[in-house]
Nanobody, 117 residues
Framework: QVQLVESGGGLVQPGGSLRLSCAASGNIFRLNTMGWYRQAPGKQRELVAHITNGGSTTYVDSVKGRFTISRDNGKNTVNLQMNSLKPEDTAVYYC???????????WGQGTQVTVSS
C-alpha cells in the first residue's frame, strides 16, 4: 500500500525554523532516493532537496545553507529541517520519491508552510 504522510508545517515569522517529517511506506522508501518538493500558489511543484539511500544530499540553490534533509532508514521517515525561513519559502511541502525514477504518481496531502510577519 502506498503511503506518504507529511507533517510539521505551520505559520512562522521570517527568520524562524520548522522541521517537516514524512512517513513513507516501506515499498516506496526502501532503496529509493527520497525528496522534498514544494508548490507555491500559481507555481509549478519543484524539488527542493533530495537524499539517496546512502545519505548523499542535494539542494536547490535557493535553500542551500538553510535547509537540511535527513532520513531514517529504520523508520522509513525523511525529514526537512528548515532554518532562516523567508516569505518565498511559503508553499505546500510534499515528500515523494526523487532521483532518476522521479516522483510517484501518488502524492500525499502535503503540509502547509507559511512564512509571514
Amino acid at each position: 500500500q502506498v503511503q506518504l504522510v507529511e507533517s510539521g508545517g505551520g505559520l512562522v515569522q521570517p527568520g524562524g525554523s520548522l522541521r517537516l517529517s514524512c512517513a513513507a511506506s516501506g515499498n516506496i522508501f526502501r532503496l529509493n532516493t527520497m525528496g522534498w518538493y514544494r508548490q507555491a500558489p500559481g507555481k509549478q511543484r519543484e524539488l527542493v532537496a533530495h537524499i539517496t539511500n546512502g545519505g548523499s544530499t542535494t539542494y536547490v540553490d535557493s535553500v542551500k545553507g538553510r535547509f537540511t534533509i535527513s532520513r531514517d532508514n529504520g523508520k522509513n521517515t525523511v525529514n526537512l529541517q528548515m532554518n532562516s525561513l523567508k516569505p518565498e519559502d511559503t508553499a505546500v511541502y510534499y515528500c515523494n520519491r526523487a532521483g532518476p525514477l522521479g516522483p510517484l504518481r501518488y502524492w500525499g496531502q502535503g503540509t502547509q508552510v507559511t512564512v509571514s510577519s
